[in-house]
Each structure stands twice: as C-alpha cells, then as structure tokens.
C-alpha cells in the first residue's frame, strides 16, 4: 500500500521516495521536499529500483522532455551506463565506509538499505564532509574536483524606467514584495543557503540601497558595494571586485523573484566542469498567424497558430574566477559578451534550465503579479532548506 509519492507504512518519513510511474514532476517535488538533490525510486515491496537526482531531470529538461512525462524516460536514459544500477550501501556501513564509497563513484549522494534491498536513510557528502565556509572540505573537493565556497554578485544598479512612477524615489530591487524589499528577500535566500559575502552592484539611488543594508550585520552576511559612476552593462562592474573571490562567483539580477535552488545550480555547474554556467527557462511564443513552411515557391505544410518554445537567459550566472580576468576594467561590458569570449577561447559554457517559480520584475504588471504570488514563492523558497535545518 503507498501513496503518491511511493511511501509505504512503518518507512522513514523523510526519505524522497516516488514510484516507477511517477512524473518528473513528481521526482522534482520529491527532491524539493526532501532537499538532499535526490529521489528513491522503489517497487512496490519497497525495494530500490533506481535513483534520480536534480541534474537528471534538468538534463532531460534540455532534451525537450516534459516535466509531465514518466520517469521511466530516465531510466532509459540511464541503461548501459554505470548508473543503471543505483550505488547502495548496507545498513552496517560505517561513516568512513560511506564517504569512501561516495569519492569512489564521486556521488554526492548514497541509499543505506536494508537486508531486502529497501531504503532506510540516504547518506550525503554535506553531511559527512560538510563544506568549510572558507574552503571545501578534501573529501568534497574529490567528489568535486572544484575548490571553494560560492561568493554573490546581486545586479541593482538599473533605472527601472518601465515601472514609471514607482521607481521615481526608490531603485527597482528596494521595491517591497510582501513586508521587505525585493533585494532584501534575495539576501536572505543567499544568507539561508551559506552564502556568507555577498556584493552589491548600484548606480541609481545607490544610497537608498546603502542605507537599508549597510555592512550586511542585520542580515548575517557581508556586504560590499560596487558603485557605478557610469552604467558598465550587465558584467563590467565585476571588474570591480578587486581580490578574486574563494570560490566561483553567484551573480543574479537584481529585479527577480524565484524560488530557484541555487546550491542545485552550483553542483549542476561543478558536474559539468563548466567555466560558466547560465540559468535558462523555457518560454512559449504562440504565433496568432498560420505559418507556412516553404521550399522554395512551394509550401510543404501550413500550421494554424502554432506555439514555439525557446529557452531564453534568466539573469542568473554561476562563473569560475578566472573568467573575471577577461573583464575589462572601466568600460561597459554584458554579460553576452563574456560568454561568447568563454566559448570562442574553448571555455565550457553550460545551460542550468530553471523548473522553479521565477518573475522578472520589468513592468507595473509584473509588479503586481510578484506581490500576489511572494508569500507562496517565499515558502516554496524557504521550505526545504528548513526541513533540512530540521532534519
């Protein structure tokens, strides 16, 4: 007997269990709740068939597969590689015994299961070799192979001239949504997720921003400021950094509100190596014209208002800090053009598709919507970091 989510009774009520009928949006749900970046696939006598993590499902996401499709996708997906049979451990495993096993197959993750085969607990490398704040761990750096903890980079230096009289007095990003700042809700999702340094980039009514923060000690972090003289486009002030940070840089646009994990984000960046890793969301363009397909005079098909999906850039960046040298210092620089000088020079430059909550906060309308929308956005935001505080 289960529930949808592949639960049976007597089982651990924290573990994220789904059954092999599941969705993707299901396993999704499940990693969120559970808040480790995994999911148990189990039969229906508990047994463990497989498991999913976070990067699976957004591999798939860039494949074109639905979040409504079966899970049974990834498992395919899956056969004939060396994860087609999920790493486990027995329950007698000790802590050294585990972390061995996790560098060995460089998981993050690892099922503890019983004498039959059924999951108990799942063991992760944050648990047993938990990240310094200054430095990871050498445990982590083996599963890793990358070094230090991720420093901000928040972008509020923009003059929000689209939302008119709201941003007469007061910088887009210090706009309330619910009872704080749009900003302030950003400080304390990066606070909540480890992010002790955290640099903010101003401009317009740059001392507005300055006296609501100040050194960040109300909100448990550092703060820095990047002050613009003259707009330097969406990159160039990290020109203005001055020491290279720890670690590889978080940079976010200032006017957005999501839900996304950005501690999935890092470790989908370090599982493909990538020098730069580029948040991305599908948006759907519905045409309100028949379209026709020609070959030359000849039309081949003519489609009635059809919808075309793209992914487009959702202004949030992970970058190693080496990238940093290639901006130059002084002048306007965009973001596009770092990650065509990435490419050109043969850097790897990945995709993280987003599948949370995210609002671009550019016209009044918008504005509207963020302040309907927050207080569930905030919960889904906050909901499993506190149950992984908790557990």
Same mark, same amino acid.
Not at 20 to 33: G, H, K, P, S
């Given at each position: 007997?289960?529930?949808?989510?592949?639960?049976?009774?007597?089982? =651990?009520?924290?573990?994220?269990?789904?059954?092999?009928?599941?969705?993707?949006?299901?396993? @999704?749900?499940?990693?969120?709740?559970?808040?480790?970046?995994?999911?148990?696939?189990?039969?229906?006598?508990?047994?463990?068939?497989?498991?999913?993590?976070?990067?699976?499902?957004?591999?798939?996401?860039?494949?074109?597969?639905?979040?409504?499709?079966?899970?049974?996708?990834?498992?395919?997906?899956?056969?004939?590689?060396?994860?087609?049979?999920?790493?486990?451990? *027995?329950?007698?495993?000790?802590?050294?015994?585990?972390?061995?096993?996790?560098?060995?197959?460089?998981?993050?993750?690892?099922?503890?299961? &019983?004498?039959?085969?059924?999951?108990?607990?799942?063991?992760?490398?944050?648990?047993?070799?938990?990240?310094?704040?200054?430095?990871?761990? *050498? +445990?982590?750096?083996?599963?890793?192979?990358?070094?230090?903890?991720?420093?901000?980079?928040? $972008?509020?230096?923009?003059?929000?001239?689209?939302?008119? &009289?709201?941003?007469?007095? +007061?910088?887009? *990003?210090?706009?309330?949504?619910?009872?704080?700042?749009?900003?302030?809700? +950003?400080?304390?999702?990066?606070?909540?997720?480890?992010?002790?340094?955290?640099?903010?980039?101003?401009?317009?009514?740059?001392?507005?921003?300055?006296?609501?923060?100040?050194?960040?000690? %109300?909100?448990?972090?550092?703060?820095?400021?990047?002050?613009?003289?003259?707009?330097?486009?969406?990159?160039?002030?990290?020109?203005?950094?001055?020491?290279?940070? *720890?670690?590889? #840089?978080?940079?976010?646009?200032?006017?957005?509100?999501?839900?996304? &994990?950005? =501690?999935? $984000?890092?470790?989908? /960046?370090?599982?493909?190596?990538?020098?730069?890793?580029?948040?991305?969301?599908?948006?759907?363009? @519905?045409?309100?014209?028949?379209?026709?397909?020609?070959?030359?005079?000849?039309?081949?098909? #003519?489609?009635?208002?059809?919808?075309?999906?793209?992914?487009? =850039?959702?202004?949030?960046?992970?970058?190693?800090? /080496?990238?940093?040298?290639?901006?130059?210092?002084?002048?306007?620089?965009? $973001? +596009?053009?770092?990650?065509?000088?990435?490419?050109?020079?043969?850097?790897?430059?990945?995709?993280?598709?987003? %599948?949370?909550?995210?609002?671009?906060?550019?016209?009044?309308?918008?504005?509207?919507?963020?302040?309907?929308?927050?207080?569930?956005?905030?919960?889904?935001?906050?909901?499993?970091?506190?149950?992984?505080?908790?557990?």
């Amino acid at each position: 007997m289960s529930d949808a989510t592949g639960r049976r009774t007597g089982q =651990n009520p924290t573990l994220p269990l789904i059954v092999a009928d599941a969705t993707l949006r299901e396993a @999704a749900a499940a990693i969120d709740r559970g808040a480790i970046g995994i999911a148990l696939v189990v039969r229906d006598d508990d047994s463990l068939i497989a498991t999913i993590t976070d990067g699976d499902i957004r591999r798939a996401m860039l494949d074109g597969v639905e979040l409504d499709a079966e899970i049974g996708v990834l498992l395919e997906r899956k056969r004939g590689t060396a994860y087609e049979t999920p790493a486990t451990a *027995p329950e007698t495993a000790t802590d050294a015994e585990l972390l061995a096993a996790m560098v060995k197959r460089r998981i993050r993750q690892l099922p503890v299961v &019983d004498g039959q085969g059924c999951p108990v607990r799942v063991a992760t490398i944050d648990d047993l070799a938990p990240r310094s704040t200054t430095s990871p761990s *050498p +445990t982590t750096r083996a599963v890793t192979d990358r070094g230090g903890p991720m420093t901000a980079v928040v $972008m509020a230096g923009g003059f929000g001239s689209r939302l008119g &009289d709201l941003t007469a007095q +007061t910088p887009k *990003p210090m706009l309330h949504v619910g009872d704080r700042p749009l900003l302030e809700h +950003t400080v304390e999702r990066l606070r909540e997720i480890g992010v002790a340094s955290i640099a903010i980039s101003t401009h317009y009514l740059a001392e507005r921003i300055r006296e609501h923060f100040g050194a960040g000690e %109300r909100h448990g972090v550092r703060i820095t400021y990047l002050d613009e003289r003259a707009p330097l486009g969406t990159a160039g002030c990290l020109s203005m950094l001055g020491e290279p940070p *720890p670690g590889p #840089l978080l940079v976010l646009n200032g006017d957005i509100l999501t839900s996304v &994990d950005f =501690n999935a $984000m890092r470790h989908f /960046h370090d599982e493909h190596a990538a020098s730069m890793t580029v948040a991305v969301r599908k948006h759907s363009i @519905a045409v309100p014209y028949g379209v026709a397909e020609c070959e030359g005079a000849v039309i081949r098909s #003519l489609v009635e208002k059809p919808t075309y999906s793209v992914l487009v =850039n959702a202004g949030m960046y992970v970058i190693e800090r /080496h990238l940093l040298e290639r901006i130059p210092e002084g002048r306007r620089y965009d $973001m +596009t053009q770092l990650i065509d000088d990435a490419r050109e020079s043969g850097e790897p430059v990945c995709a993280f598709p987003i %599948r949370e909550y995210w609002l671009d906060i550019g016209l009044p309308e918008d504005y509207e919507r963020a302040q309907r929308e927050a207080p569930e956005v905030i919960t889904q935001a906050t909901a499993p970091i506190n149950e992984r505080l908790a557990s």
